[in-house]
T-cell receptor, first 111, second 112 residues
Framework: GEDVEQSLFLSVREGDSSVINCTYTDSSSTYLYWYKQEPGAGLQLLTY?????DMKQDQRLTVLLNKKDKHLSLRIADTQTGDSAIYFC???????????FGGGTRLMVKP | DSGVTQTPKHLITATGQRVTLRCSPR?????VYWYQQSLDQGLQFLIQ???????AKGNILERFSAQQFPDLHSELNLSSLELGDSALYFCASALGSNTEAFFGQGTRLTVV
């Protein structure tokens, strides 16, 4: 079955860049997503990338996709304390359309 | 605000009981997904409905059932509750079956 893996924790200083990594196993994934979850809140869709793209940039967010290595990353430029949250990587099956999530990476931003 | 509404926000109930969680999708969205988030299992897909019909099924227990009504709202029914059912239950909606999903704020279920 599909598997999505993320590192558990990342700590950065305010103003630095954060890079959150994700690996997945399903080669038929069509869309890959990044969601943000703040304490006590739901999942907020940050961005997504289609599998035929290598990179997508949206303001402070840059998503890189290495389809050969099945590796996805999310770079947050000029990280702020408000970016502290859990970030989930997810992939969507080609058929069935359910999202398979990684375990989440807790990002801590120190002032 | 994602536009997906879940009620109630919090629910505390005893083991053996039955509860119903409700989800109103974004206006115009036909697909509804249910997910369970627990500390040990992470985010697990339970079930998907599209325009009233069950579309996909994940790791949903037989004690759990769901349905989507003609007005497209959905309900997740959890019965014979056990302590291990304590979790955050999320609903998500999408326009069709091939677009991004937007999540509600979740219902936190505590079984005591």
């Amino acid at each position: 079955g599909e598997d999505v893996e993320q590192s558990l924790f990342l700590s950065v200083r305010e103003g630095d860049s954060s890079v959150i990594n994700c690996t997945y196993t399903d080669s038929s994934s069509t869309y890959l997503y990044w969601y943000k979850q703040e304490p006590g809140a739901g999942l907020q869709l940050l961005t997504y990338i289609f599998s035929n793209m290598d990179m997508k940039q949206d303001q402070r967010l840059t998503v890189l996709l290495n389809k050969k290595d099945k590796h996805l990353s999310l770079r947050i430029a000029d990280t702020q304390t408000g970016d502290s949250a859990i970030y989930f990587c997810a992939e969507r099956e080609n058929a069935g359309n359910m999202l398979t999530f990684g375990g989440g990476t807790r990002l801590m931003v120190k002032p | 605000d994602s536009g997906v509404t879940q009620t109630p926000k919090h629910l505390i109930t005893a083991t053996g009981q039955r509860v119903t969680l409700r989800c109103s999708p974004r206006s115009g969205d036909l697909s509804v997904y249910w997910y369970q988030q627990s500390l040990d299992q992470g985010l697990q897909f339970l079930i998907q409905y599209y325009n009233g019909e069950e579309r996909a099924k994940g790791n949903i227990l037989e004690r759990f059932s769901a349905q989507q009504f003609p007005d497209l709202h959905s309900e997740l029914n959890l019965s014979s509750l056990e302590l291990g059912d304590s979790a955050l239950y999320f609903c998500a909606s999408a326009l069709g079956s091939n677009t991004e999903a937007f999540f509600g704020q979740g219902t936190r279920l505590t079984v005591v």
